[in-house]
């Protein structure tokens, strides 16, 4: 790689039962022990509400222009790391921690009903479940502020984008073990966004 490239990581603020939402201590973590030299890593607490979602997610591709952008998000009682290959437009119902839903249920209206990240997270999450840790592929992101944070960045980064689903429970969940796991995992996606030919 030729100069220093960004990859912002974000994580979400408290919502129900969630008073310290483990998906911004990974981020937090991950800003800790970075991603390599030439990798800055920018992160940024996202909050459980539609339209701040929406505006900051845009803010992030509008200004810093990132290579590459990893939304981390909650899955409430699993186990086991997700990774989530589609974001979806519509059908968003539930309300957020203001109270609001959005009006038309969508994130983009007129956008695309699905759009899919540009990295294979199939092929991701079989090279990790090879060596035996838990990390499952999904083609549903669960359509609350996880899956509309994740379709409006694949929507403004033209599907250069993650999001991974971290466990709320289980011997993954704790930092030690889950932030340097995620350290790998965001690794094998930025050499496949490399090399696409590449899918680990």
Request: glycine fraction near 8%.
């Amino acid at each position: 790689m030729s100069g220093r490239e960004t990859v912002v990581v974000t994580g979400f603020g408290p919502f129900r039962q969630f008073l310290v939402n483990t998906s911004w201590k990974a981020a937090q973590g991950l800003k800790l022990i970075g991603l390599g030299e030439q990798i800055d890593v920018y992160i940024k607490e996202v909050v459980v509400s539609y339209i701040k979602a929406q505006q900051i997610i845009a803010e992030i591709w509008q200004t810093l222009k990132p290579k590459f952008a990893v939304h981390l998000g909650i899955s409430r009682g699993s186990r086991v790391i997700i990774l989530e290959q589609t974001g979806k437009n519509s059908g968003y119902r539930d309300r957020d921690v203001c109270g609001f839903c959005p009006e038309s249920h969508c994130c983009m209206e007129g956008g695309p009903e699905k759009l899919d990240s540009v990295i294979n997270m199939r092929a991701v999450s079989k090279h990790f479940k090879q060596a035996e840790i838990d990390v499952i592929y999904s083609r549903d992101a669960g359509r609350y502020l996880c899956d509309f944070a994740y379709y409006c960045s694949l929507y403004h980064g033209q599907g250069r984008a993650a999001l991974i689903h971290v466990p709320s429970s289980g011997s993954l969940a704790s930092a030690d073990r889950l932030v340097p796991l995620l350290q790998s995992i965001i690794h094998s996606m930025l050499d496949q966004l490399k090399d696409p030919s590449q899918t680990v």
